[in-house]
């Protein structure tokens, strides 16, 4: 028996949980198409919980999403077999800052660091494996995908940074979507001048926005306009993007395969 049917032999769940997260065909991918839905759908309720009023039914939907990561998680480190595997994943830090503003009380009121469940989303290889079929995994359109994202994500954070260090005694800055207002008249250096912090950690503050604003920016850009690339490794020196017609590696001139990586 080999090693890897005895370890399936002596631990059936593992097994089966780890096919089902990290397999790419049949039965994984359809497990993996639904839990990309209700990430979808997950990440739309924390973009809308920060422009909603918080009712009874909001604490209902907060807690039942709680529950639902905790076992997400435990499941995928149980698949893997270690922490100590499943960390070394960098999604898996930004779902350990999600888990937290559920269950630490003192990063409670920070919700809006929420949105990293969106980056992790995108980061993930089991999102490029279902989207499509596949055929967008290490593509142009998911160098871009993932570019865009950034950019939102840093501006939903910066958001909520300003509306959680600056909202309390401003006498404009009353609701996330201000705070929103300023954070991206900020990021692209239009200042109109309506929302202004004007103490020495407020000016710190924007400076940190317009410089992250224009290479974010910059970076969407130059995805959005590069050159569509194939992904197919040379042999000789392991380079793995080039123009789409190339025939030769762009780097030692090596004549490439066809098979894509």
């Not at 960098?90 to 469940?117: C, E, H, K, Y």
């Not at 980061?123 to 279902?130: A, F, P, Q, S």
């Not at 400076?207 to 590069?226: C, E, P, R, Y």
């Not at 017609?245 to 990586?261: F, H, K, P």
Request: glycine share 8%.
């Amino acid at each position: 028996m080999s090693e890897a049917a005895d370890a399936a032999s002596r631990h059936p769940l593992r097994s089966k949980l780890r096919d089902l997260y990290f397999g790419v065909e049949g039965a994984a991918l359809k497990f993996q198409g639904v839990l990309f839905t209700l990430d979808v759908l997950i990440i739309g309720f924390f973009i809308a919980a920060n422009f909603i009023r918080k009712e009874a039914w909001f604490l209902y939907v907060d807690y039942g999403i709680a529950a639902f990561l905790v076992l997400d998680v435990a499941a995928r480190i149980y698949a893997l077999g270690s922490l100590r595997r499943w960390i070394k994943y960098p999604s898996s830090w930004a779902d350990i800052v999600v888990l937290a503003t559920f269950l630490v009380p003192l990063v409670q009121n920070f919700g809006f660091l929420r949105i990293l469940r969106l980056w992790a989303l995108v980061h993930r290889e089991r999102t490029w494996n279902v989207l499509g079929g596949g055929r967008w995994d290490d593509t142009y359109v998911e160098d871009l995908t993932k570019a865009v994202v950034n950019l939102v994500v840093f501006i939903f954070l910066a958001s909520g940074v300003a509306y959680a260090l600056f909202s309390p005694g401003h006498p404009k800055m009353h609701t996330f979507i201000d705070a929103m207002y300023f954070a991206v008249t900020s990021l692209t250096t239009t200042g109109y001048g309506d929302i202004t912090l004007d103490t020495q950690l407020g000016r710190a503050f924007k400076i940190v926005l317009m410089l992250s604003g224009i290479t974010l920016f910059f970076g969407v850009a130059q995805k959005a306009f590069a050159q569509h690339q194939q992904r197919v490794r040379c042999r000789g020196c392991n380079t793995d993007r080039h123009e789409a017609d190339a025939r030769y590696c762009r780097v030692c001139g090596e004549r490439l395969s066809s098979d894509r990586t």
